[in-house]
């Protein structure tokens, strides 16, 4: 069909953009406008005017076109940002029973911090260091800023197994329990394994290992890679390597031996901590094997990847029969016959390195973020301190693995730093039922309870039977981390775990930033399903558009952090023009989170995936978590995630893998439902181009869904990079036999 399109502007618009673009349409044939001719005329405009072409400022007439043809959005946000589909409005307050007791109980309490930690940072973070570290000798200056580089608390010294352990020893805490640990149980009927250990007992435990480490040539500085299953040695080994100045890498024990390798050649580790296997669903995973298979790995000319290590410290867990290399394996039990449980902690500087962790889940050379002591030790102290509104009597269950970064902060060093009780359990949420975390709640009467949006979903898929088997009215705050968590899976969590009782504080943060920057802090501040909260002290956190500059509130953007924290990595070990490119060449003296967000009216933000996950469809720059909690929204769906695949047309569709919830079958019927109802909830624009239904979506031990993965099944190419942290090796298979 013939479409006329005429443009009328005077010359004069060419050279002063600001002037309106007239588009006319020949309105006999305007009903059958596409939204392909739609896209070519705004295209047009946008390039006649020097990019001033805005269809939200376009007479009524063009305005009813572009809605009719579902571009409604454009409307919204004519920036070219990110688009922000999800809108959510219910809000939920702080139930006054907690806010009496909590620590900020109002949103003036919050605010009056917040401002002064921004404006007044040095004196708010010298007050916090002062307050919740314990220092062998104070600091000279609290920041020095030079982007990239900062440098807090410089001259000051100290360590953090101290601040972890010491600090309690002449307090009430020394004999409260710092660890509770459950193992992964054998059956039904046997309930698995239990340990407690008080402060006293971590302490004897820790200068013993560390004087293991001291024995088998682990000095300041050295690096130490830790590979252990969830154990409470695990800790036990990470505060020795920090008691003796050497620099821990803990790698989750679902990598391979490649990866172990890869590590252990960038960290030049000079010993190896690990154990004979761990337990993972009833099943023993070879650790020992995996570090053996690593030590002998080469490089394409032949060359040992791993030379440094001289010693590697075996810790007797499963009894599996391994191969123990003479002169360079010992046994962790036998070595600790040699030492005694007096071992002064090293003092340290204040910038001195304290871990490195290697992030995971992309293809290339692995990167290590470096945290230094100081500054992440306060980060992680005061977040955990006030977002989880920390109490003497509190049981905390942060359910990651201590592989990961929120292990780091929020099962070892925030929490015993402030002298909390922490929940350790070494198996998997559905193992061997699906109420495993509920009757672990049950028994040990946790308070907080602090999980993943992927784990919730599992939950959510299992029914609501299981925990309707248990008591959970312990529990007093809930907890999200790792991952947008889109609305449906909030209510589900506040109703049915929290009883309608819990806040719940929904935290994003990264590895790189080493504490949570974006939270609500659950006395004060009401919350909203799906979204983040606001910026934590000290946290200048903005969504900006390419150039750099502050976007409207609800139009997605790039999110960026104005100003050095005391948490921040500090590099990325061995590779400085790495750190530079990946973090603060984007937009110049400012930290690039590679997250997209967007803020609302109340300046609570909303995180909109990896701007890696962002897709553009036809032009629409579209964040997948959105169309991911469109999908989850209705009820057949326990969980869904969205991925791009290669259009000719569109440049990018949409292609979804969903679980249904159980009893919910798989039909066209639904298939085209699901299709229509994302169409409804976020826009025409975001119409799937395929629905895939699985039983299970592939997974990481910690919970997290490798999308690179799926995007390789949509796209139908070969299964490429490290697959070793799958959980289930068989969803892979069954997704990559499946057409939609």
């Known amino acids: 069909m013939d479409r006329k399109l005429a443009e009328v502007a005077p010359a004069s618009s060419v050279k002063a953009p600001s002037k309106t673009l007239k588009i006319i349409f020949d309105l006999e044939q305007a009903p059958y406008v596409s939204s392909v001719f739609l896209r070519i005329v705004l295209l047009t405009a946008k390039k006649v005017t020097r990019g001033n072409f805005s269809v939200a400022k376009a007479c009524p007439f063009v305005k009813d076109l572009f809605r009719t043809s579902g571009l409604e959005q454009l409307l919204r946000d004519p920036s070219g940002n990110i688009e922000s589909t999800l809108h959510e409005s219910r809000v939920f307050p702080p139930p006054q029973a907690f806010s009496a007791q909590a620590r900020l109980s109002s949103k003036d309490d919050y605010l009056k911090a917040y401002r002064r930690s921004v404006e007044q940072p040095e004196e708010f973070w010298a007050e916090q260091a002062k307050q919740l570290l314990v220092w062998d000798k104070p600091w000279d200056k609290v920041l020095e800023w030079k982007a990239p580089h900062a440098t807090w608390f410089s001259g000051g010294q100290l360590n953090a197994s101290a601040n972890c352990l010491d600090k ?241 902060s929020y099962v070892v060093y925030g929490p015993l730093v402030n002298g909390a009780t922490v929940l350790m359990y070494e198996g998997a949420p559905n193992y061997p039922q699906p109420d495993r975390f509920w009757s672990i709640i049950e028994k040990y009467g946790v308070t907080i309870f602090y999980t993943a949006p992927t784990a919730i979903r599992a939950f959510m898929q299992w029914g609501n039977e299981w925990p309707a088997k248990h008591d959970l009215s312990s529990l007093r705050l809930l907890g999200t981390v790792g991952e947008p968590i ?43 399903p799906g979204s983040a909260g606001l910026p934590f002290f000290g946290v200048q956190a903005e969504v900006v558009n390419e150039a750099g500059r502050a976007v409207p509130a609800n139009a997605g953007g790039k999110l960026i952090v104005r100003h050095p924290w005391p948490s921040m990595l500090r590099g990325v070990w061995g590779d400085p023009d790495r750190f530079q490119w990946t973090y603060w060449n984007d937009f110049p003296g400012n930290y690039f989170t590679g997250d997209g967000a967007r803020t609302d009216a109340d300046g609570y933000f909303w995180i909109m995936g990896r701007i890696d996950d962002v897709i553009n469809v036809s032009g629409h720059r579209i964040g997948t978590a959105e169309v991911e909690s469109a999908l989850v929204s209705n009820p057949a769906v326990a969980e869904a995630a969205v991925v791009g695949r290669a259009d000719d047309i569109k440049g990018s569709g949409l292609v979804a893998f969903v679980t249904l919830k159980c009893g919910k079958k798989p039909s066209p019927e639904l298939r085209e439902a699901l299709c229509n109802h994302v169409c ?52 892979l298979e069954r997704l990559s036999g499946e057409e939609g």
């Open 680 to 731: 409804k909830e976020v826009g025409a624009f975001a119409k799937l181009d395929e629905i895939r239904f699985a039983e299970a979506l592939p997974k990481t031990r910690s919970g997290k869904i490798m999308r690179r993965l799926l995007k390789q099944v949509a796209a139908g190419t070969e299964i490429t990079g490290d697959v070793t942290t799958l959980e289930d090796f068989g969803v």
């Open 486 to 528: 889109n609305p449906q899976a909030w209510i589900w969590y506040y109703e049915i775990i929290g009883g309608q009782r819990c806040p719940i504080v929904d935290t994003w943060w990264q590895t790189e930033t080493g504490s949570i920057m974006i939270s609500t802090c659950p006395g004060a501040l009401a919350t909203k």
């Open 168 to 408: 309690h020893l002449n307090t009430p805490n020394a004999n409260k329990a710092a660890l509770i640990w459950e193992g992964e149980p054998d059956s039904s009927t046997n309930p698995g394994e239990e340990r407690v250990l008080t402060y006293r007992q971590l302490y004897h435990q820790v200068c013993r290992f560390a004087n293991v480490l001291k024995r088998n040539g682990v000095g300041k500085g050295n690096r130490v890679l830790l590979y252990m299953p969830m154990v409470p040695e695990a800790v036990v080994a990470m505060l020795a390597c920090a008691r003796l100045g050497a620099v821990h890498s803990v790698v989750f024990a679902g990598f391979s031996a490649q990866s172990v390798a890869e590590r252990i050649k960038d960290c030049q580790a000079k010993v190896v901590v690990t154990a004979d296997g761990g337990y993972r669903k009833g099943a023993v995973v070879q650790l020992k094997k995996n570090v053996d298979d690593a030590l002998n790995c080469q490089d394409a000319e032949g060359h040992p990847l791993c030379a440094s290590v001289k010693k590697v410290i075996v810790l007797h867990r499963t009894g599996l029969d391994v191969h123990i290399e003479e002169g360079r394996d010992v046994w962790w039990h036998q070595e600790l016959e040699y030492v005694n449980a007096d071992c002064a902690p090293e003092m340290v500087a204040s910038e001195d390195p304290l871990f490195i962790l290697y992030t995971s889940g992309s293809t290339g050379k692995p990167k290590g973020i470096l945290h230094t002591t100081a500054g992440y030790l306060l980060g992680a102290t005061l977040s955990h301190q006030v977002i989880f509104d920390i109490r003497a009597t509190d049981i905390f269950w942060c359910t990651a693995d201590i592989g990961w970064v929120t292990g780091h």
